[in-house]
């Protein structure tokens, strides 16, 4: 069945740095949803990316499409402590399975 | 819009006896899906409804667990009977339409079974 690979599982990062989460499929997406999960809380819908090579900005947060659409990647830039938690991509198939990754958890040292 | 309302928020129990878990999809919400989370197997998908029909239950782990839709505002998993591995956060989520659409989730439930 399909899989969504998600590294890295965690993520240590000083604040004020950079760093990016990446998701791999093995089978072509629809499209792909990135989630983030606070400690303790639940799952909040960010974005959505639909059409190859998409590139998405909020913020600081930049989201990619891979031109294949097997792959996606999310990009902090200037990290800050709000930024902690846990974030997930999603992919979904022609058929409306949706696959979650099992996520970067991401840790800031102020 | 008050969002998924799932209840209880924690639940303790012994081994043996049955879990209801409940959740509320938010108002207009056609699809409804429980998942639940471990840090070992992290997010899965254990059933869904689109207009409050089972589509697919592929990820209801055994005939201990089942999930009931009788309308469009209510939802109820149940686990007869518990098993400690059976401790985890469940999580309901409703979304409007169908591939793509983005999942609103409630604030869970955790469960621990002793």
């Known amino acids: 069945g399909q899989q969504v690979m998600q590294i890295p599982q965690y993520q240590h990062v000083q604040e004020g740095e950079d760093f990016t989460t990446y998701c791999n499929s093995s089978t072509t997406l629809s499209n792909i949803q990135w989630y983030k999960q606070r400690p303790g809380g639940h799952p909040v819908f960010l974005i959505q990316l639909v059409k190859s090579g998409e590139v998405k900005k909020q913020k600081r947060l930049t989201f990619q499409f891979g031109e294949a659409k097997k792959n996606s990647s999310l990009h902090i830039t200037a990290t800050q402590t709000t930024d902690v938690g846990t974030y997930f991509c999603a992919g979904i198939t022609n058929d409306y399975k949706l696959s979650f990754g099992a996520g970067t958890t991401v840790t800031v040292r102020a | 819009d008050a969002g998924v309302i799932q209840s209880p928020r924690h639940e303790v129990t012994e081994m043996g006896q049955e879990v209801t878990l409940r959740c509320k999809p938010i108002s207009g919400h056609d699809y409804l899906f429980w998942y639940r989370q471990t840090m070992m197997r992290g997010l899965e998908l254990l059933i869904y409804?689109?207009?409050?029909?089972?589509?697919?239950d592929s990820g209801m782990p055994e005939d201990r667990f089942s999930a009931k839709m009788p309308n469009a505002s209510f939802s109820t998993l149940k686990i007869q009977p518990s098993e400690p591995r059976d401790s985890a956060v469940y999580f309901c989520?409703?979304?409007?339409?169908?591939?793509?659409?983005?999942?609103?989730f409630g604030n869970g439930t955790r469960l621990t079974v002793t």
């Open positions: 989520a409703s979304s409007l339409g169908a591939s793509g659409s983005p999942l609103h």
């Open positions: 409804f689109n207009n409050n029909v089972p589509i697919d």
